[in-house]
């Protein structure tokens, strides 16, 4: 970059929880700046998921941390050009890089799922991921095959 890089802008807890990793998903979640219809899914989704849950001794809050944490990639490809062709090489992510791509995975196959309300298919999508199965766990695993299948190609990291 030509600029200095950007500072990080400290976000605000949360109302509810007091959580800023609250904040940062439903930040991400949010469509056309409406942050208050955000906010109202997302606790909607932790309510659903605090009736639906079959661990008792586990808040909402506590199954959602858990299944963002089985989300969270620990490599990922990156194309490199070399000599007129291009490889896959797999990389480490940064822990700020692991966890939004955790949150944007989450959100987009909440999305795609078939259930009323998006609080519903969040809160779906958050019970799959704590118990290591859905859409958003399927597409970890598919980016750590990718980069264990690009293994060879690790000597070309920039």
């Known amino acids: 970059m030509r600029k200095r890089q950007a500072k990080k802008r400290p976000l605000l807890p949360d109302p509810k929880f007091n959580d800023q990793l609250v904040t940062r998903f439903v930040n991400m979640m949010m469509w056309d700046g409406k942050k ?3 906010f109202k899914i997302f606790y909607d989704a932790i309510a659903i998921v605090e009736e639906k849950k079959q661990d008792e001794e586990k808040s909402g809050l506590e199954i ?5 944490s089985n989300v969270m990639p620990h490599v990922e490809v990156r194309s490199r050009r070399v000599g007129g062709a291009t490889f896959q090489i797999p990389m480490q992510i940064r822990p700020d890089r692991k966890v939004s ?5 989450l959100i987009s196959f909440a999305r795609k799922r078939n259930e009323k ?7 779906a999508e958050i019970l ?4 290591e199965e859905g859409a958003a766990v399927k597409k970890r695993v598919d980016t750590h095959k990718m ?3 690009n293994k060879a190609f690790s000597h070309f990291r920039f």
Request: aromatic share 8%; proline share 0%; net charge positive.
């Open 101 to 105: 791509t955790a949150m944007k995975w």
């Open 117 to 123: 309300s998006m609080a519903g298919k969040l809160s």
């Open 147 to 149: 980069a264990e299948a």
């Open 64 to 68: 959602w941390k858990d299944a963002l």
């Open 128 to 131: 799959a991921a704590a118990k």
């Open 36 to 38: 208050s219809v955000a």
